[in-house]
């Protein structure tokens, strides 16, 4: 007989999901093991799937010397246009409608009762699942749903380079919606074409990619 889930319980697992993901695209500083640490006791709320899905990257993680983990994520996130985790990358590229992207993470974050990031871009997605897990829910998960194309490249890129970070980034994926025929198409466009760029008579802003990183954030 199969057991009907409730809206709260789905949202609460959610919830987990989001904070473990969270924790596991943060930089791999010296709370790194900390971090591996929390999400291994957040997995024991979840139901296999994402469990399974989570527990795999912290697996990967554990295996790698700290150190390289620092130096893999750079060229992972930071060095890789494919792979980056500004989700407004990917709906307005380098272009000057970008900022009005972002500036619609900072009103949700506002609307909630919380500042913006001081230390980081509002569309940052650690930030936004951040956000999603421990503010607000509804208003995070929105944001997440509005912006789930840029998360599935990121998810497919990841993957096409067998990166640890594509298992935390599916386990995002599965607390979304069944992508539609028209995102899947989208992604698909976007994959293939590249994010849009700045319209003709306009000078191109640089894209908005971190510094190669030496030390934590």
């Given amino acids: 007989m199969k057991v009907r889930r409730s809206r709260r319980q789905d949202v609460l697992e959610h919830r987990v ?18 971090r591996l640490a929390t999400v291994t006791e957040l997995m024991g709320h979840l139901p296999s799937k994402p469990a399974q899905l989570l527990g795999t990257t912290v697996a ?43 500036l619609a993470f900072a009103h949700a974050y506002r609307e909630a009762g919380v500042d913006p990031p001081q230390r980081e871009a509002p569309d940052y997605l650690p930030v936004v699942l951040e956000f999603a897990a421990t503010v607000n829910p509804a208003a995070g998960r929105r944001l997440l749903i509005e912006h789930r194309t840029p998360i599935d490249l990121l998810r497919d890129a990841l993957q096409q380079s067998a990166s640890p970070y594509a298992h935390a980034v599916a386990a995002v994926c599965e607390t979304l919606p069944a992508r539609t025929d028209q995102e899947i198409q989208r992604a698909q466009q976007l994959a293939a074409s590249g994010p849009p760029t700045e319209s003709v008579g306009l000078q191109p802003f640089t894209l908005t990619v971190p510094p190669r990183r030496t030390q934590g954030v």
């Fill in 17 to 34: 999901v989001w904070q473990a993901a969270a924790l596991l695209l943060a930089y791999p500083d010296h709370q790194h093991a900390e």
């Fill in 60 to 102: 990967a993680l554990r295996t790698i010397d700290p150190m390289q983990a620092q130096v893999d994520y750079v060229d992972t996130f930071d060095m890789r246009r494919r792979t980056t985790m500004y989700l407004t990358y990917w709906t307005a590229g380098d272009t000057r409608n970008r900022g009005n992207h972002m």
